[in-house]
């Protein structure tokens, strides 16, 4: 008789249109990466490898073996066991660590801009961007920055900052002495997400910097990190391919899971990831090695903040020069609470005698948050972070290694897409206001609301911080500059709901107008410019 020939099983992969024999189908997980996943109690990453496809274990195995599974060991522990630990009291800020608004002599503020003017031509000032986020909140699957707000101009916040970096170089130019050699450029780190990257980039190559120089601006990504259950176990997502069409529309709400258009069908990832907050910016500046290149182009000072601010005083020169003046390593900008409950991060002092830090709202006790200073009549914890900050580079490289070293990570709780559908986990973020525990000096400096603070969150329509909010705050402002400089105003609809905008190429904070608005008439709204 004549021997039966083996059987060969054979599957397709519809995935790949590529075929698959039953020894593959059989194939455990590689053993030496399961022993590393046990070491670390996360092999249940493989629960469903007999489910996969071949090309499904590859992106499975792939994606493992791309993660740092010993640093995040290491930030899970940590996190973790920091819940529930006792931390000092927090104390009122001292008097003694503020400029406020009042106190503030016409002096102090040219000398201090005069200072900044100087360091500022001497390149001694970069510009640090936070710009990861999505502008979802506001019905854009764009980077915040692309976001027009609705000015005369139509100018995006991208463009608005650019210009103000552009009216800063143009004023320390001026103000230097001739036969400086200062270089008067400000050179621009912009940190994106793997979510912004790609479209912050071609946003900026398509509108030519706004006028920047294209090698003064540099774009780095900040980290991603898993989500894990409250065990600390890796979360993980549906681990196979959707083989359907999806919308424009639908796609673009999807963007904030993670899903990514790979020719017509949708790919989600294996291990869920979210990123590690604006306070990756440190770690991210030090695995770029941005730090070096700071460092490298003489940089001491570092104004950090972040994209959805549509006054934000970029390169600030009074600002600098305050920093500069107190000789602190760290400062920041501060406006008062507008009441007891607004849900804003406040400045405290941590402990007897401690640094200055930021306690989230949601973290000061109420009958704390309604404490009044008997002395001033105004609420003792009152100092509100808007993420207006100034860093020497030295900080920034101490701050870099001591959270690496720490590894505490803010645990948020939230819902996390995974194989089981939604579940409750913990997505893992460091803040950029982590940095001032480790500052052995820190100075804050008032700001006026009105004039430094039109934060864009929310979507037209909602109460606060929407985009008509923040165009509103914009034209009162210029406004009030083209009045002072002796210009004149006409309006069709009601004053309070218009007014003019001040291109930042004319003016960076209402100097230099008057040869171009006294006696002159503007109907609002409009756009002044050169």
């Known amino acids: 008789m004549r021997e039966e020939e083996p059987t060969v099983v ?29 070491d670390y109690g996360q092999e249940d990453v493989f629960a469903l490898w007999d489910e996969l496809s071949i090309h499904e274990r590859q992106s499975l195995v792939n994606e493992i073996q791309s993660l740092d599974l010993s640093r995040i060991d290491r930030i899970i522990r940590c996190s973790l066991r920091s819940q529930g630990v ?31 003017l100087k360091a500022i031509a001497n390149g001694k000032l970069a510009v640090l961007l936070l710009s990861g986020g999505q502008g979802t909140r506001l019905g854009s699957s764009d980077p915040k920055g692309c976001f027009n707000i609705g000015l005369p101009s139509g100018k ?17 130019a001026q103000a230097a002495s001739e036969g400086s050699n200062g270089s008067f450029s400000i050179h621009w780190y ?29 774009f780095f990504q900040q980290g991603t990190l898993p989500c894990v259950s409250k065990d600390g176990r890796l ?21 904030h899971l993670g899903f990514c258009n790979h020719m017509s069908s949708i790919f989600i990832r294996q291990v869920a990831k979210a990123p590690d907050g604006n306070g990756g910016v440190y770690s991210a500046l030090k695995y770029s090695r941005l730090l070096e290149d700071m460092a490298m182009r003489g940089i001491k000072y570092v104004d950090c903040y972040g994209v959805d601010n549509a006054l934000v005083r970029v390169a600030d020169p009074t600002f600098l020069g305050y920093f500069i003046d107190k000789g602190v390593a760290s400062a920041a900008k501060v406006v008062r609470k507008a009441y007891p409950q607004e849900k804003v991060g406040v400045f405290v002092r941590r402990g007897k005698g401690g640094p200055l ?8 006790d109420p009958s704390l948050a309604s404490a009044i200073n008997q002395q001033t009549g105004r609420l003792q914890y009152c100092w509100s972070n808007v993420c207006l900050h100034m860093f020497t580079l030295d900080l920034l490289n101490q701050v870099a290694n001591g959270l690496e070293k720490d590894s505490i990570y803010h645990l948020a709780e939230k819902s996390i897409p995974s194989i089981h559908g939604y579940e409750m986990g913990l997505k893992l973020e460091q803040f950029v206001f982590d940095a001032f525990p480790y500052a052995p000096s820190t100075a ?57 905008e001040v291109s930042p190429l004319c003016s960076y904070s209402g100097e230099n107008l008057e040869a171009i608005c006294r006696g002159r008439t ?6 002044i410019s050169f």
Not at 158 to 171: D, G, P, T, Y
Not at 243 to 255: I, P
Not at 357 to 364: A, I, K, P, Q, R
Not at 451 to 476: H, I, W, Y
């Open 444 to 500: 804050l400096f008032e700001a006026l609301r009105e004039e430094e603070f039109a934060p864009v969150k929310n979507a037209n329509g909602a109460n606060f911080d929407t985009p008509d909010s923040a165009r509103l705050l914009v034209l009162r402002l210029h406004t009030r500059w083209v009045v002072a400089a002796g210009g004149f105003l006409t309006h069709s609809v009601p004053l309070y709901a218009t007014g003019v």
């Open 86 to 116: 006792p931390v000092a009291a927090i104390e009122p800020v001292p008097l003694s660590s503020v400029s406020t608004v009042e106190e503030r002599t016409m002096d102090d503020r040219e000398r201090w801009w005069k200072m900044g």
């Open 522 to 527: 503007f109907h609002a709204p409009c756009e």
């Open 156 to 172: 995006s916040l991208f463009q608005i900052q650019a210009e103000r970096i552009l009216c800063v170089q143009k004023l320390a």
């Open 190 to 218: 912009i940190m994106t997400s793997p979510f912004t990257d790609e479209v912050t980039r071609k946003y900026f190559e398509c509108h030519k910097y706004f006028g920047l120089e294209a090698d003064q601006v540099t």
């Open 10 to 38: 054979v599957a397709v992969d519809t995935t790949t249109n590529t075929t698959t024999t039953q020894e593959q189908l059989l194939a455990p997980p590689p053993q030496a990466l399961l022993e590393r996943l046990k």
């Open 357 to 364: 830090t930021v306690v989230e709202y949601s973290e000061l």
């Open 235 to 255: 979360i993980m997502e549906t681990p196979f391919s959707v083989g359907f069409y999806l919308h424009k529309s639908d796609l673009e709400n999807s963007l």
